[in-house]
């Protein structure tokens, strides 16, 4: 594989993966409520008992924040599709716009282009499924990734960005209900504080995922389009 294409794979796993993988590693304490830290705060101590950033210690943090962020990615994906898909429609249904109802932000002449293209498959525009229209984009998407690796990166860049969103906002969202869980339970004291920063972070998850995957749609129609009619 070439260097340039190696490059935003590293990148797609260390934001959508790694990110927030690391904010579930830090909200898991907070949401046990528990002297836990202490037991990640040793990873970083000295034989003298001081601070120490070793590479051993920054690399089993950041295999856990992977792993982390690999579990995460079922629950985010479903938070995506269902939860940010209804508070934040509009962001999630440019393609629905432009095939159905032939509006949305796109330019009148891209519409026209996806409805063909649909019409090509097979496919009625005014009664093309979610599934349909992400199986259209993400196959334009590979097309224009394996043409150009500089256009490759960039859009690369913005779908790690939106699935990095969602994970945060699944990790947020996670560890809240493991708070109000364990609350329950008698098992730990409430911390207001940290129930509302987690209910914060769980809508702006939503919001920056939905804003970022709305710039994805864009910017992979844009490029497919120009692609073919230049």
């Known amino acids: 594989m070439e260097p340039l294409q190696l490059i935003p794979l590293a990148y797609y796993d260390l934001i959508s993966r790694v990110l927030p993988g690391l904010v579930l590693v830090v909200c ?3 949401s046990l409520n528990t002297t836990i830290w202490g037991a990640w705060s040793r990873l970083f101590q000295g ?16 295999v856990l924040a ?15 599709r269902h939860v940010g898909a209804a508070l934040f429609s509009s962001s999630h249904s440019v393609l629905q ?13 891209v ?31 590979d097309t224009v990734r394996l043409d150009s690796p500089d256009v490759a990166a960039r859009l690369t860049k913005i779908r790690a960005e939106y699935r990095m969103y969602s994970g945060i906002c ?21 911390n207001i504080g940290f129930l509302i920063s987690a209910a914060v972070m769980s809508i702006v998850g939503l919001w920056g995922g939905a804003r ?8 992979v129609v844009s490029h497919y389009y120009t692609r073919k009619t230049l």
């Not at 009664?127 to 196959?139: A, G, I, R, T, V």
């Not at 699944?170 to 409430?190: D, N, Q, Y």
Request: charged share 15%; net charge neutral; hydrophobic share 50%.
């Open 28 to 30: 898991l304490p907070l």
């Open 170 to 190: 699944a990790a947020s969202a996670a560890t809240g209900v493991l708070h109000v869980a364990l609350l329950a339970l008698r098992i730990c004291p409430l």
């Open 97 to 109: 716009c432009a095939a159905r109802a032939d509006q949305g932000p796109l330019p009148a002449t």
């Open 212 to 219: 970022m995957y709305k710039m994805f749609q864009v910017s």
């Open 47 to 62: 034989s003298a008992g001081q601070t120490v950033i070793n590479s051993p210690s920054l690399a089993i943090v950041l």
């Open 66 to 80: 992977y792993i982390a962020g690999q579990i995460l990615a079922p629950i985010s994906d479903w938070l995506e």
């Open 111 to 141: 519409r026209q282009f996806i409805r063909k293209h649909l019409e090509t498959r097979g496919v009625r525009p005014k009664e093309s499924s979610p599934q349909d229209l992400e199986m259209m984009l993400f196959e334009w998407y």
